[in-house]
Each structure stands twice: as structure tokens, then as C-alpha cells.
T-cell receptor, first 114, second 113 residues
Framework: AQTVTQSQPEMSVQEAETVTLSCTYDTSESDYYLFWYKQPPSRQMILVIRQEAYKQQNATENRFSVNFQKAAKSFSLKISDSQLGDAAMYFCAYRSATGNQFYFGTGTSLTVIP | DAGVIQSPRHEVTEMGQEVTLRCKPISGHDYLFWYRQTMMRGLELLIYFNNNVPIDDSGMPEDRFSAKMPNASFSTLKIQPSEPRDSAVYFC???????????FGDGTRLSIL
């Protein structure tokens, strides 16, 4: 069974600095998708970034980038130039390419210190 | 587009009562998902529909939970009877196809006293 693990329940970063959130997953499949979702205090779930497993190039969206290590089954999120609005709960998620089952990590709560 | 719309935003009720959560997916989305979020277990997929048909309900915790999608623009998640351990935030999400990201509603915070 697929599992997603976020080993950092809480993280903090100084404003304008860089922070990396960790995510590992377990799967026997070769094709799948990985996502990072952001959940601010408003509770809305927002897609931050996605990665297709068949792509070697790491996905990037403005200040957000991932370090995708397929062999190690690792998918970390790097936030550069952290802003106060980045403070939220971040969820890592896995989805099989053949089905529509989502597996989520338990989340990492990010605090941005002014 | 209005996005995925969930109601109510908050629900507080006593144990034993029936609870009905509602979701309106984004128009044209063929997939609809119900999730439950708790501190202990994070985000869990309960059930999902494709073209109004339940495809996988293996995440539904027990028979007290049921979900329906009578048409393409409406779905309900019902808990009967409700228990305090059902207290959580329930999310609904929709997407065009399984290859596309899911769009989430704002969630319903459910408190069972």
C-alpha cells in the first residue's frame, strides 16, 4: 500500500529565508504524481506544486520548488524568500497514475517569523 | 467559476443526531471526492465518484457514513448516528480527470458534542 510520511510536524523560518519541508513515500508503482498542498488558517486547500514521476526535471513555481528523488522516494518542498503569507499547514500527497486514490501525509505546520 | 462549494461551513450537533454535509462541484468536473481531516490522521479519502457513480468507498469508516451523488452538481455525505469521534473537518474536491489536480472546497468543520 502506498503511504506518505511527513516527519516534521512543525517548522519555522525567518522571513526572507529559505525552508525545506520533507516528504517521503512508499510505492511499488513506477508512474504516479506527487503534490504539495497548502492549507492556510482559512482552511482552504490550495495546490502549490505538482510533479510527474516520469519527469526527471524538478518542478518549479515561482518561489516554490521541489527536490524529487525517485530512487529514494523523496519529494521535498523548498520555499525561497519566505513571506508571512506562506504560514500554513503543508500537505504532501501521492496519486497513482492508474487510479484516483490520493494518499496524504499528516502535514507540516510552517510558521514564518517576521 | 465559483469553485467547489460546501455547506454548512460549521456544524455543531449532539451525538446521535443525523448530520448531512453538502457539496457542489465545479461545473464540468466528472470526479468528486470526500475527505476527512483530523489532527491524528491527517487528510483521509473517504469516497470518490466518477460521473455520479461511487467508485471507491473503502475509506468510509463504517456503516454510519453514507454518500450520494444524485446528479452531476450535488453530493451529500451523511453520518447517522453521529458520534464525538466523527468531529473533524470534511472536505469535498472535484476534478476533470484523474490526471488533473483536485480543487477543494472550503471544508465543513463538524463538532459532535
Amino acid at each position: 500500500a502506498q503511504t506518505v510520511t511527513q516527519s516534521q510536524p512543525e517548522m519555522s523560518v525567518q522571513e526572507a529565508e529559505t525552508v525545506t519541508l520533507s516528504c517521503t513515500y512508499d510505492t511499488s508503482e513506477s508512474d504516479y504524481y506527487l503534490f504539495w498542498y497548502k492549507q492556510p488558517p482559512s482552511r482552504q486547500m490550495i495546490l502549490v506544486i505538482r510533479q510527474e514521476a516520469y519527469k526527471q526535471q524538478n518542478a518549479t513555481e515561482n518561489r516554490f520548488s521541489v527536490n524529487f528523488q525517485k530512487a529514494a522516494k523523496s519529494f521535498s518542498l523548498k520555499i525561497s524568500d519566505s513571506q508571512l503569507g506562506d504560514a500554513a499547514m503543508y500537505f504532501c500527497a501521492y496519486r497513482s497514475a492508474t487510479g484516483n486514490q490520493f494518499y496524504f501525509g499528516t502535514g507540516t505546520s510552517l510558521t514564518v517569523i517576521p | 467559476d465559483a469553485g467547489v462549494i460546501q455547506s454548512p461551513r460549521h456544524e455543531v450537533t449532539e451525538m446521535g443526531q443525523e448530520v448531512t454535509l453538502r457539496c457542489k462541484p465545479i461545473s464540468g468536473h466528472d470526479y468528486l471526492f470526500w475527505y476527512r481531516q483530523t489532527m491524528m490522521r491527517g487528510l483521509e479519502l473517504l469516497i470518490y465518484f466518477n460521473n455520479n457513480v461511487p467508485i471507491d468507498d473503502s475509506g468510509m469508516p463504517e456503516d454510519r457514513f453514507s454518500a450520494k451523488m444524485p446528479n452531476a452538481s450535488f453530493s451529500t455525505l451523511k453520518i447517522q448516528p453521529s458520534e464525538p469521534r466523527d468531529s473533524a473537518v470534511y472536505f469535498c474536491a472535484s476534478t476533470y480527470t484523474y490526471r488533473q489536480p483536485q480543487h477543494f472546497g472550503d471544508g465543513t468543520r463538524l463538532s459532535i458534542l
